[in-house]
């Protein structure tokens, strides 16, 4: 995307979405931020989590990064912004849900089934997070679909393994939530805890 082309979008931003949220915006400036959901979604350019759930300014704290990854809760580890962000939405924010946004086509999911390309040391070490999720099966857009889903289980699991995320859920202060959204169809399936399979979000009734 060329530069001009953002920059266009700095002044459509200040000229025509700003006004409408200004007295907002301050606000939240004033009273500082509330919001009720962490979000932990993929970096994919074409998830826009605000867009995806019609959420105002100050409503989602949003953490993002390649296969919408939960690292485990090791603080010897040294630094991590996502472990980060974990701690930050839960202890400081009290949020009351976390959602884990997984998506149809993602790259992260289907590099699991091929070699690290050259060069890619940081990518191949994260992605190691995500392969407890993959399949012993020949790949398929179907075993892609199961695989996106099966990560997004394995990241509310390893969610349940930072102290302060399970003491909350175990009062029923914290809700866990996991989300796979289908690009091409507009449409959010939802982990319905029960069945152990991910529900139409358009479905009534349906809950996580």
Excluded at 30 to 52: A, E, K, M, V
Excluded at 140 to 161: G, N, P
Excluded at 176 to 196: K, M, P, Q
Aim: aromatic share 8%.
């Amino acid at each position: 995307m060329p530069e001009d082309h953002l920059l266009k979008g700095l002044r459509r931003f200040k000229e025509e979405y700003f006004p409408r949220y200004e007295e907002e915006y301050r606000k939240l400036v004033d009273d500082g931020q509330h919001p009720n959901t962490l979000f932990i979604g993929c970096s994919d350019s074409r998830i826009l989590p605000n867009l995806l759930t019609g959420a105002a300014p100050g409503e989602l704290f949003i953490v993002r990064n390649v296969g919408n990854i939960v690292p485990p809760f090791a603080p010897a580890l040294g630094y991590h912004g996502t472990c980060a962000a974990i701690e930050f939405a839960v202890l400081n924010l009290q949020v009351k849900d976390i959602v884990v946004c997984g998506h149809s086509h993602c790259g992260a999911i289907r590099a699991l089934y091929s070699p690290p390309l050259p060069g890619s040391t940081h990518l191949a070490k994260w992605l190691e997070l995500a392969q407890e999720a993959t399949l012993p099966v020949t790949l398929s857009e179907e075993a892609l679909r199961r695989t996106e889903q099966r990560s997004i289980i394995v990241q509310l699991e390893r969610l349940m393994s930072y102290p302060m995320v399970r003491e909350r859920v175990e009062k029923g202060e914290l809700f866990l939530h996991g989300w796979h959204y289908t690009i091409e169809e507009g449409e959010v399936s939802i982990l319905d805890v029960h069945s152990g399979r991910f529900v139409s979000s358009s479905i009534p009734g349906v809950s996580s």
